[in-house]
């Protein structure tokens, strides 16, 4: 079944403790972003990738790193989380020639 | 610089009633549009798309856009609502490089039985 899967899907963290959320895509597309999503802003870009080792920030980067070595994952990192992180975070992947994105489930961050 | 405007943060119609949401947006270049849903604890589905092909846009479940330049909107409509049409529904640009997507604050449906 073509999927974005998203982990964990729920965390609860503090401040400060670096974290990891895994995004996995197997559709073999060259295009993955990270969105995260508040009440009444809708979902903010945060980093995106068209391709293995190409990265790029979207509108709210900071507090944030990614990487893409290989083509299926992308992971989104946060090495100092702060309780403004809190939020509902979403990976979606695509192909180049296409503009559907798929969505992941989400990944709901507390950070205390 | 690209942005998305959604008109009312919740809508509230009867089942049957026809639904309107609306969406402008603003971008220096022709646009790709687009209108997700979200149904609850879910993540988002694509409704249907704009992509400067035909400016009225059918996708799925009943629902249509039509993309109007020159109100630079692109509002979503389905002439009758169906309980299950309640969600959180979003609109989203990117322009012709189709390198980032900015989404719109979102609306929420209610549909009353």
């Known amino acids: 079944e073509a999927q974005v899967t998203q982990n964990p899907r729920y965390l609860i963290t503090v401040t400060g403790k670096k974290l990891t959320v895994t995004c996995s895509q197997n559709?073999?597309?060259?295009?993955m972003s990270w969105y995260r999503q508040d009440p009444g802003l809708g979902l903010r870009q945060i980093y995106y990738?068209?391709?293995?080792?190409?990265?790029d920030k979207g509108d709210v980067p900071e507090g944030y790193k990614v990487s893409r070595k290989e083509k299926r994952n992308f992971p989104l990192i946060l090495e100092s989380p702060s309780p403004n992180q809190t939020s509902l975070y979403f990976c979606a992947s695509r192909q180049l020639v296409t503009d559907t994105q798929y969505f992941g489930p989400g990944t709901r961050l507390t950070v205390l | 610089a690209q942005s998305v405007t959604q008109l009312g943060s919740h809508v509230s119609v009867s089942e049957g009633a026809l639904v309107l949401l609306r969406c402008n947006y603003s971008s220096s270049v022709p646009p790709y549009l687009f209108w997700y849903v979200q149904y609850p604890n879910q993540g988002l589905q694509l409704l249907l798309k704009?992509?400067?092909?035909?400016?009225l846009v059918k996708g799925i479940n009943g629902f249509e856009a039509e993309f109007k330049k020159s109100e630079t909107s692109f509002h979503l409509t389905k002439p009758s609502a169906h309980m299950s049409d309640a969600a959180e529904y979003f609109c989203a640009v990117t322009d012709t490089g189709r390198r980032a997507l900015t989404f719109g604050s979102g609306t929420r449906l209610q549909v009353q039985p």
């Open positions: 990738s068209m391709n293995v080792e190409v990265t």
């Open positions: 559709m073999n597309h060259e295009y």
């Open positions: 704009y992509t400067s092909a035909a400016t």
